[in-house]
T-cell receptor
Framework: DSGVTQTPKHLITATGQRVTLRCSPRSGDLSVYWYQQSLDQGLQFLIQYYNGEERAKGNILERFSAQQFPDLHSELNLSSLELGDSALYFC?????????????FGPGTRLTVL | GENVEQHPSTLSVQEGDSAVIKCTYSDSASNYFPWYKQELGKRPQLIIDIRSNVGEKKDQRIAVTLNKTAKHFSLHITETQPEDSAVYFCAARNTGTASKLTFGTGTRLQVTL
């Protein structure tokens, strides 16, 4: 157990819908990262937050947005869902934004868009 | 931005043999290189990492080497066991203000009996 929690574990929804994925980082970690992993694909970096502020953006679609709250948990919002959005979404956290600190991954949320 | 290439995409070895996975990176400013192991349906987990001021690091059956001049790094697994079967990802990070990880595309390692 990495200490990073994600809810829900599984999510099944229809095209056009909107969902929210939640992540709670390890205690003390200020940075949260979101990744998308499609079937048999690598880990695509979406976005990073550090202490409530957006720090880096990757290949995140305009239909997707995220935020980090004062208690440091983060939410990833996916809207106007398409079949191709079906994937595993991982959240990771680390102590600080810079330096060599390890990123700890959560168990992931498996999103299925029908 | 950083680009990480990883080879091979699949690797099959017999139990007890060694496995080597190679990665190259593009950004010479990258200075931290972790390797993650992901079992089927599970989260990626860090197995070893190396910083740019070190050329080699070893942890039991796992070792990582880094060639900064050539901008490539490799994972070596010796005496492979069936439980080593998983997908392995290399990554590179530039410790700037963003410090995001750029991952390779993964190597599916299969250790056969």
């Amino acid at each position: 157990d990495s200490g990073v929690t994600q809810t829900p574990k599984h999510l099944i929804t229809a095209t056009g819908q909107r969902v929210t994925l939640r992540c709670s980082p390890r205690s003390g970690d200020l940075s949260v990262y979101w990744y998308q992993q499609s079937l048999d694909q690598g880990l695509q970096f979406l976005i990073q937050y550090y202490n409530g502020e957006e720090r880096a953006k990757g290949n995140i679609l305009e239909r997707f947005s995220a935020q980090q709250f004062p208690d440091l948990h983060s939410e990833l919002n996916l809207s106007s869902l398409e079949l191709g959005d079906s994937a595993l979404y991982f959240c990771a956290s680390s102590v600080v934004s810079a330096s060599y600190n390890e990123q700890f991954f959560g168990p992931g949320t498996r999103l299925t868009v029908l | 931005g950083e680009n990480v290439e990883q080879h091979p995409s699949t690797l099959s070895v017999q139990e007890g043999d060694s496995a080597v996975i190679k990665c190259t990176y593009s950004d010479s400013a990258s200075n931290y290189f972790p390797w993650y192991k992901q079992e089927l349906g599970k989260r990626p987990q860090l197995i070893i990492d190396i910083r740019s001021n070190v050329g080699e690091k070893k942890d039991q059956r796992i070792a990582v080497t880094l060639n900064k001049t050539a901008k490539h790094f490799s994972l070596h697994i010796t005496e492979t066991q069936p439980e080593d079967s998983a997908v392995y990802f290399c990554a590179a990070r530039n410790t700037g203000t963003a410090s995001k990880l750029t991952f390779g595309t993964g190597t599916r390692l299969q250790v056969t009996l």
